[in-house]
């Protein structure tokens, strides 16, 4: 009896962990979609740049937010997380105060928290990926 629950425990185990493997796989499979925001033609010692620069990183997080649109109320909500998020991270990753400043404007006087665990300066500071 012993040697039958044995067995069966780890055949268990290892369909357990075969299953785990498989989840962890289609997780790479399907990537996050990222939008590049691409900014080294702006000047952010101007309101002009800072407005062209927000306009495009909410352009691509309603690229990136796409996928959870719907008209439901739940979709409409985890569509307007993605967007509020999608945005902050990426002001909070370009880091440059009067962008902040346009975008504490634009969100009644909240700063943008980073979200991301890759938060972080973009390389030379002309792009950023928004996610």
């Not at 075969?18 to 010692?45: I, N």
């Not at 999608?86 to 909070?92: H, Y």
């Not at 006087?109 to 973009?122: E, M």
Request: glycine fraction near 6%; charge should be positive; proline fraction near 4%.
């Amino acid at each position: 009896m012993n040697k039958l629950y044995i067995q069966s425990a780890v055949g268990f185990l290892a369909l357990l962990s075969l299953t785990s493997a498989v989840a962890v796989a289609s997780d790479d499979d399907t990537a996050a979609p990222t939008y590049k925001v691409r900014f080294g033609d702006l000047d952010l010692d101007t309101a002009a740049g800072n407005q062209q620069l927000y306009s495009r990183i909410r352009l691509g997080a309603e690229s990136v937010c796409r996928t959870s649109e719907g008209k439901d109320l739940g979709s409409v909500a985890k569509h307007k997380r993605c967007m509020e998020n999608a945005v902050a991270d990426a002001v909070a990753k370009i880091d440059k105060p009067r962008l902040t400043a346009f975008y504490v404007s634009q969100h009644g006087g909240q700063p943008p928290l980073a979200v991301s665990s890759s938060a972080g300066p973009s390389v030379a500071k002309r792009s950023v990926t928004v996610r």
